[in-house]
């Protein structure tokens, strides 16, 4: 049962699905406003229906495009449009013709081909009159081809109870799974002729008009596009008619815009006007933030110098004070050579008691650091073998796997392991792939430190090893792909020697606390020998004088 959705809940819907079509396809460029969600409601309305298609004239810049590939997204529809470049012609949009038709008509899928108006031509568009029509297109097939291609339509066919051809069940399919949108410029001169010489698109297509945007629309665009730059930071300045600044803008911008010809006057021209302006406000702020700081550099370093002359004349009235206690000090050196004395005498003894001291420390680190490599003597071989193991992985193994559509569980268990180990939580598909692309991805694993790895990250990898403990079995693993069976090692040794090194670890903070003493105690040894020479020094100086 279908109900109404307010603009509130459907603003999160569309939101939502941006971010998800922004994590696995690109960044949308795209504002919320009220035309955009009538848009995306009426494209929606359209491709959900069996065999829905779509013909949306309007302006360029008006959002048709990245309403359709949004909503097939969130539906889960896969995209097709004609990768167009100077070679292009018919016998290439054949070919694309036959991969969408093989998609929803062999496979079943549903499929969104976009065409806009720049991509086709006439001869273009009757081909696709006839797919809108019948659901395919004469002699776009050989016998030669078709025999083959039907073959696995013979059971789905028999299991529909479908009496005709297969090349008619095929047909249905595709008029069925394959969804049509043409982008087409209404101002253009060949549009009326395109849409009178091809009945399909009036039949077959849902024809949505989006010439552009309201007024109180376009009002609202610039607050949303140019809110961080400043926009209403003149609230509170008033125009000569009592405006706002932020209003007097808005308005500023309105006129501009409606200023050009109706051919000048797109949505995308108005968006672009938008952006300009943005820039050029950038670089302008930036230009007088960058004087403002200049000025207040040579300020502060006037205030500055300023400071240093008072400091100097403070500082010579304290030397001539200095001068006089220096003479007095010169008397009361000669009584602290007794005192000097005694205490390098004391110096002496602490030395002796230091170098004790440091003997004993050095035992107990000898004893700590047997103990730390009697742990680490079993499991770090184990990592070192995991490791080259590793980096005997081939690269073609990798690239094998990186070409798989989807993964089997094994192989994804596995790198889901690897990447959580190497603190990489995004563990799409996608995620996968990427990191397996990288440069030096082979070096990067075997050169990873185990001590990266939090408990946190342990105890998830260690939940992910005992529920899916038949990924990471060698023979299971190797079987999926030559690769993983090293990296499913190379996860269980990591995971292994994070837990000895988190038991080891009160043996090494011992050790590092041992050293740091031992450190110390040299340091102290060092300090008294020098104060030592320098007493000695200073005795014979105050002698002399």
Same mark, same amino acid.
């Given at each position: 049962?279908?109900?109404?959705?307010?603009?509130?809940?459907?603003?999160?819907?569309?939101?939502?699905?941006?971010?998800?079509?922004?994590?696995?396809?690109?960044?949308?460029?795209?504002?919320?406003?009220?035309?955009?969600?009538?848009?995306?409601?009426?494209?929606?309305?359209?491709?959900? @229906?069996?065999?829905?298609?779509?013909?949306?004239?309007?302006? #360029?810049?008006?959002?048709?495009?990245?309403?359709?590939?949004?909503?097939?997204?969130?539906?889960?529809?896969?995209?097709?449009?004609?990768?167009?470049?100077?070679?292009?012609?018919?016998? /290439?949009?054949?070919?694309?013709?036959?991969? =969408?038709?093989?998609?929803?008509?062999? &496979?079943?899928?549903?499929?969104?081909?976009?065409?806009?108006?720049?991509? =086709?031509?006439?001869?273009?568009?009757?081909?696709?009159?006839?797919?809108?029509?019948?659901?395919?297109?004469?002699?776009?097939?050989?016998?030669?081809?078709?025999?083959?291609?039907?073959?696995?339509?013979?059971?789905?066919?028999?299991?529909?109870?479908?009496?005709?051809?297969?090349?008619?069940?095929?047909?249905?399919?595709?008029?069925?799974?394959?969804?049509?949108?043409?982008?087409?410029?209404?101002?253009?001169? +060949?549009?009326?002729?395109?849409?009178?010489?091809?009945?399909?698109?009036?039949?077959?297509?849902?024809? /949505?008009?989006?010439?552009?945007?309201?007024?109180?629309?376009?009002?609202?665009?610039?607050?949303?596009?140019?809110?961080?730059?400043?926009?209403? #930071?003149?609230?509170? +300045? !008033?125009?000569?008619?009592?405006?706002?600044?932020?209003?007097?803008?808005?308005?500023?911008?309105?006129?501009?815009?409606?200023?050009?010809?109706?051919?000048?006057?797109?949505? $995308?021209?108005?968006?672009?006007?938008?952006?300009?302006?943005?820039? =050029?406000?950038?670089?302008?702020?930036?230009?007088?933030?960058?004087?403002?700081?200049?000025?207040?550099?040579?300020?502060?370093?006037?205030?500055?110098?300023?400071?240093?002359?008072?400091?100097? !004349?403070?500082?010579?009235?304290?030397?001539?004070?200095?001068?006089?206690?220096?003479?007095?000090?010169?008397?009361?050196?000669?009584?602290?050579?007794?005192?000097?004395?005694? $205490?390098?005498?004391?110096?002496?003894?602490?030395? &002796?008691?230091? @170098?004790?001291?440091?003997?004993?420390?050095?035992?107990?680190? &000898?004893?700590?650091?047997?103990?730390? &490599?009697?742990?680490?003597?079993?499991?770090?071989?184990?990592?070192?073998?995991?490791?080259?193991?590793?980096? %005997?992985?081939?690269?073609?193994?990798?690239?094998?796997?990186?070409?798989?559509?989807?993964?089997?569980?094994?192989?994804?268990?596995?790198?889901?392991?690897?990447?959580?180990?190497?603190?990489?939580?995004? +563990?799409?598909?996608?995620?996968?792939? #990427?990191?397996?692309?990288?440069?030096?991805?082979?070096?990067?694993?075997?050169?990873?430190?185990?001590?990266?790895?939090?408990?946190?990250?342990?105890?998830?990898?260690?939940?992910?090893?005992?529920?899916?403990?038949?990924?990471?079995?060698?023979?299971?693993?190797?079987?999926?792909? =030559?690769?993983?069976?090293?990296?499913?090692?190379?996860?269980?040794? %990591?995971?292994?020697?994070?837990?000895?090194?988190?038991?080891?670890?009160?043996?090494?903070?011992?050790?590092?606390?041992?050293?740091?003493?031992?450190?110390?105690?040299?340091?102290?040894?060092? !300090?008294?020998?020098?104060?030592?020479?320098?007493?000695? $020094?200073?005795?014979?100086?105050?002698? !002399?004088?």
């Amino acid at each position: 049962m279908l109900g109404k959705l307010d603009q509130k809940d459907f603003k999160q819907v569309i939101a939502k699905g941006m971010k998800t079509y922004a994590r696995e396809n690109r960044e949308l460029d795209i504002l919320l406003f009220r035309e955009v969600f009538d848009n995306v409601a009426r494209v929606d309305r359209v491709l959900t @229906k069996p065999g829905g298609s779509l013909l949306m004239a309007g302006r #360029s810049g008006v959002g048709r495009r990245t309403a359709a590939a949004l909503v097939a997204h969130m539906h889960n529809i896969q995209v097709f449009t004609p990768k167009v470049s100077r070679g292009y012609g018919l016998k /290439q949009f054949r070919t694309d013709l036959k991969t =969408v038709m093989q998609l929803s008509g062999i &496979e079943g899928e549903q499929v969104v081909l976009i065409l806009e108006d720049h991509q =086709v031509d006439g001869s273009f568009l009757e081909l696709i009159n006839s797919l809108l029509s019948a659901g395919e297109v004469p002699g776009l097939y050989t016998p030669e081809e078709l025999e083959p291609l039907l073959g696995p339509l013979r059971d789905l066919a028999s299991q529909d109870g479908f009496r005709g051809t297969l090349v008619s069940y095929f047909a249905s399919r595709v008029k069925r799974n394959l969804h049509i949108v043409l982008i087409m410029d209404s101002s253009s001169k +060949t549009f009326t002729g395109n849409c009178e010489s091809n009945p399909a698109f009036y039949k077959s297509c849902s024809f /949505q008009w989006m010439e552009g945007w309201n007024r109180e629309s376009m009002a609202q665009i610039p607050g949303m596009l140019l809110a961080d730059e400043g926009l209403h #930071s003149g609230e509170g +300045t !008033k125009g000569k008619d009592g405006k706002s600044g932020a209003e007097e803008l808005v308005k500023n911008f309105l006129q501009i815009h409606e200023s050009c010809s109706d051919k000048d006057a797109a949505p $995308r021209r108005y968006m672009t006007f938008l952006k300009t302006y943005k820039q =050029v406000y950038n670089e302008k702020k930036e230009g007088v933030v960058k004087r403002q700081q200049h000025l207040q550099a040579g300020v502060s370093k006037l205030t500055d110098a300023k400071a240093l002359v008072d400091d100097l !004349k403070q500082k010579a009235g304290e030397q001539s004070q200095q001068l006089a206690e220096k003479q007095a000090e010169a008397d009361a050196a000669l009584r602290e050579i007794t005192a000097s004395m005694q $205490r390098a005498s004391e110096s002496k003894s602490e030395m &002796e008691t230091l @170098k004790q001291k440091q003997g004993e420390e050095s035992l107990k680190l &000898e004893k700590r650091k047997k103990a730390i &490599e009697i742990e680490l003597s079993e499991i770090e071989p184990l990592v070192q073998e995991a490791k080259d193991a590793v980096g %005997n992985i081939k690269p073609e193994t990798l690239s094998e796997i990186r070409a798989l559509r989807m993964p089997p569980d094994v192989i994804r268990d596995i790198l889901e392991a690897v990447q959580r180990l190497m603190g990489i939580f995004d +563990t799409s598909w996608v995620s996968m792939k #990427s990191f397996l692309a990288k440069r030096g991805v082979k070096d990067e694993i075997c050169s990873f430190d185990a001590r990266k790895i939090t408990p946190e990250i342990r105890a998830s990898v260690e939940e992910l090893l005992e529920k899916n403990a038949n990924s990471f079995d060698p023979k299971i693993a190797k079987r999926a792909s =030559v690769a993983a069976a090293p990296l499913a090692a190379w996860v269980v040794a %990591n995971v292994k020697f994070s837990v000895v090194l988190e038991k080891i670890e009160p043996l090494e903070n011992e050790q590092a606390q041992l050293e740091k003493n031992l450190a110390k105690s040299q340091q102290r040894l060092v !300090k008294l020998g020098n104060a030592l020479d320098k007493v000695d $020094r200073e005795v014979a100086e105050m002698r !002399k004088r």
